[in-house]
Each structure stands twice: as C-alpha cells, then as structure tokens.
C-alpha cells in the first residue's frame, strides 16, 4: 500500500490579497505561510517517506524544504513541473473584481467542462483537463516507483482540488463543487493499487491534527 501525503503550499502575497494564484504567477510566502509550513513539518516529523514531490514552483518548493527540515528522516525531493499549478492566463495576479467578466467568472468556479470548452482559449489559461491530466500522470508514475511506502506530496488549490476529488472517483464536470483546499493544510489518501483511493486525513491543519490527536508516524 502506498500512502500518500499531500500539503497545499503555505499562504503567499497573492492568497493574502484574495487574487487569482495561478501557475504564472508566485510571491513569496508570507510570515504568516513560512510559520504554517514549519507546523506542517513538525506534524510530520515522524512519518518516514520514501519520496517527496513538490511543484516546481518556489511557493511549493519553499514548502516542501521547510517540511523536510524537520523530518527525521533523510527524504529525496523531486520537483515535478506537472504539479504546477494552473496557468490562469490572463487573470493570473487579479483579483475578482479586476477581472470584471461576471459571466466567464460563474462558469470558471461551476462548470469546468464548459469552461475549457468556451472561456480558457481566449483567455489564454490553460484549462482544466490539462492540468488534471498532468497532475495525475505525476500520481500514476509516483505509484509505479513505490506501490509502498509513505509519499509527500507539496502543490496547489486548483492542483490538488481537480486531482483528489478524481482520486476519489468525482467526475470531472463536478470537480469545482468541493471545497478547495486550505494553505498548509495535510490531506491523506491510501491505495492498494494506483487506481482506487480511500481518505485517511482531509485538510487538516497541524493544529487540528493535534486536537484530534491524531499520531502521524
């Protein structure tokens, strides 16, 4: 059985200013996210990983070494450009209101099919069924190389919202109904075979974790 642990990088210059966090854009991680970051780690100081996978992008990097540093253990890091997040296109760094296209804005966070068939293009964002299908080719290869073990993985919101969710069997059209995950945040799914996953842990702080009392070894 292999394990695998995903963190959402922690809170950014972008997320504090409630923009559009997409793949072409990353600021730095707030004190605030580098604090958060540093908590995750401690969480999962004692969980032995066979492998860490990060985005490539410095938010999620940033994240993955700040996690690592406090693990007890020696962990290889990849970073995987197929964990990246999103590119946004157009609206990558704007908020809501500077977008001010109302109509594409519905059909972006409801209708994700829709979406990439009629608004990504011109918008030149890259669309939902690409990101899904690079994020999950990460997963895919990941299983393949350790069908045991514990693996982190370090990504993003939209990211890690299209990927688990399909993990755990939602189909495509209603990947945008769940909610995203939170910054800094432990979500944990296990799987016998690469193909069906089982929810251990879903966005759980560290400190909830700990409220829960909940032993990650």
């Known amino acids: 059985m292999t394990e695998f642990y995903f963190v959402r990088h922690g809170q950014t210059q972008v997320n504090l200013r409630n923009a559009f966090n997409g793949g072409s854009v990353d600021e730095p991680l707030t004190e605030s996210g580098l604090q958060a970051a540093k908590a995750c ?9 066979v492998q860490a996978i990060s ?7 940033t994240t993955s070494q700040l996690i690592l540093q406090a693990n007890h253990y020696p962990t290889p890091l990849n970073l995987a450009a197929g964990l990246h997040e999103m590119d946004l296109g157009d609206w990558d760094g704007k908020t809501v209101e500077q977008v001010a296209e109302p109509e594409a804005l519905d059909v972006y966070f409801h209708d994700p099919v829709r979406f990439d068939q009629a608004y990504a293009s011109a918008r030149h964002i890259e669309g939902y069924a690409n990101t899904l299908r690079r994020a999950r080719a990460v997963i895919t290869s990941t299983y393949a190389a350790h069908p045991s073990g514990k693996v982190l993985v ?12 399909t993990l755990l069997g939602v189909p495509f059209a209603q990947l945008r109904e769940p909610k995203m995950l939170r910054n800094a945040t432990i979500s944990q799914l296990n799987t016998q075979d690469g193909q069906h996953f089982s929810k251990i842990l879903w966005d759980l702080r560290p400190d909830e974790i700990e409220n829960k009392k909940i032993l990650l070894t």
């Open 154 to 165: 370090v990504a993003h919101g939209i990211v890690f919202q299209l990927l688990l969710n």
């Open 55 to 61: 985005s490539d992008m410095p938010r999620a990097v």
């Open 41 to 49: 780690g401690q969480a999962l100081s004692e969980v032995h990983f």
